[in-house]
């Protein structure tokens, strides 16, 4: 069974930082597109950082010189170096893991970051 599990979420002060990790019980996870999601109420999940299992990064505009994606491979594991906070990034962030290959996706299930003095 798959699991993506994030964690590493939390009420933060405006130009803190924060660290999100995903761990995921994923069979060839070296070979996934791994990403980061976030969703506020109302609106659709978007994208703000994924990583492909070559290591190239993409990142949203909104979070570009702020945030930093990585992963392990030995570890299964995806992180989300979050600075510079803003009170606009909070959301409930999601790890989401992609194979083109084999056509298939996961989500986690979702972190709540909050930005707030």
């Known amino acids: 069974q798959v699991q993506l599990v994030g964690s590493g979420g939390g009420l933060v002060q405006p130009g803190g930082s924060l660290r999100l990790s995903c761990a995921a019980s994923l069979s060839g996870f070296s070979g996934y597109y791994m990403g980061w999601y976030r969703q506020t109420p109302g609106n659709q999940r978007d994208l703000v950082a994924r990583i492909a299992p070559g290591g190239a990064t993409t990142y949203a505009d909104s979070v570009k010189g702020r945030f930093a994606i990585s992963r392990d491979n030995a570890k299964n594991t995806v992180d989300l170096q979050m600075n510079s906070l803003k009170p606009e990034d909070t959301a409930v962030y999601y790890c989401?893991?992609?194979?083109?290959?084999?056509?298939?996706?996961?989500w986690g299930q979702g972190t709540q970051v909050t930005v707030s003095s």
């Open positions: 989401r893991a992609n194979s083109l290959t084999r056509g298939i996706a996961y």
